[in-house]
């Protein structure tokens, strides 16, 4: 009996030791990557100082998390903060109606195709290749750039259209402007790089003013695994009437579904 007696603490031990060690393992590990998100395609978007900047709510990031120092037209360069955080949640706020942070690109033009260096426009413009950005500096260098047709800001609507989706996207170290009517977009300007992430939940925002689009609740992934996945346009995003209709702040807890679509 007295043996038994000093048995038994050591067996609860043993097992109190291997449950916090599996639970450990378990644990939400920064440098991890295994989302359990199983998208073979990511939905490219495009995401401007709205929502990601130094100093921005609700993460306040520093000048080096977000590549401020190394912003340049055409840079491609996963943002640091990002690349450093794989597997972390955050939020993200997303602009207000009329002036929105984050974009879907719906078309590809033709002259983004022809330009190259490849057959695939996204790609070109991700290259980037002559005059969607190029490292070689001439007059002509964001000509393709301005004038993009279906540059559409996503509002309440098309941001909980994204929910269980992996995005890949280019940001934007100042403003992309938008004309309605018909809809297009001004894609010139310095990059803060890219990001990717998966979109879990979309909110609306109750802590700011009655314009504010809905918090984005993310999980960081590594742009550089994601950018091997095929990158898919989000072509039936809806498309906003104007600079402040529909003003689409609530987000529907059953939106439409999603349409992704290859970019050519």
Not at 30 to 51: K, M, Q, Y
Not at 74 to 102: A, K
Not at 109 to 137: E, F
Not at 196 to 216: H, K, N
Request: aromatic letters at 8%; glycine letters at 8%.
């Amino acid at each position: 009996m007295r043996l038994l007696n000093v048995a038994q603490p050591s067996v609860l031990l043993i097992g109190v030791l291997f449950f916090a060690l599996f639970s450990c393992e378990q644990s939400n590990d920064p440098n991890r990557d295994d989302s359990g998100f199983t998208n073979t395609r990511a939905v490219f978007l495009l995401i401007d100082e709205e929502s990601i900047d130094n100093g921005n709510p609700p993460n306040n990031f520093s000048a080096d998390d977000v590549n401020d120092q190394l912003a340049t037209i055409g840079f491609r360069q996963p943002l640091r903060f990002f690349e450093n955080n794989v597997g972390r949640e955050i939020d993200l706020f997303t602009g207000q109606v009329g002036d929105e942070g984050w974009f879907a690109l719906k078309t590809i033009p033709n002259s983004w195709v022809s330009t190259g260096p490849t057959g695939n426009g996204l790609r070109n413009y991700l290259t980037p290749g002559p005059r969607l950005g190029s490292p070689v500096p001439d007059d002509d260098r964001e000509v393709l750039l301005d004038k993009i047709p279906n540059v559409t800001p996503l509002r309440a609507t098309g941001l909980a259209m994204l929910v269980g989706q992996t995005v890949y996207a280019v940001v934007y170290d100042s403003d992309i402007s938008i004309n309605y009517s018909p809809l297009t977009g001004n894609l010139q300007g310095a990059n803060l790089g890219v990001v990717a992430f998966d979109v879990l939940r979309v909110t609306q925002r109750m802590d700011g003013s009655s314009s504010d689009l809905p918090r984005v609740s993310i999980r960081i992934r590594s742009a550089q695994n994601i950018s091997g996945l095929g990158l898919g346009l989000f072509v039936n995003a809806p498309i906003p009437q104007s600079s402040s209709v529909p003003f689409d702040i609530a987000p529907s807890s059953n939106p439409p579904a999603i349409v992704i679509e290859g970019a050519n």
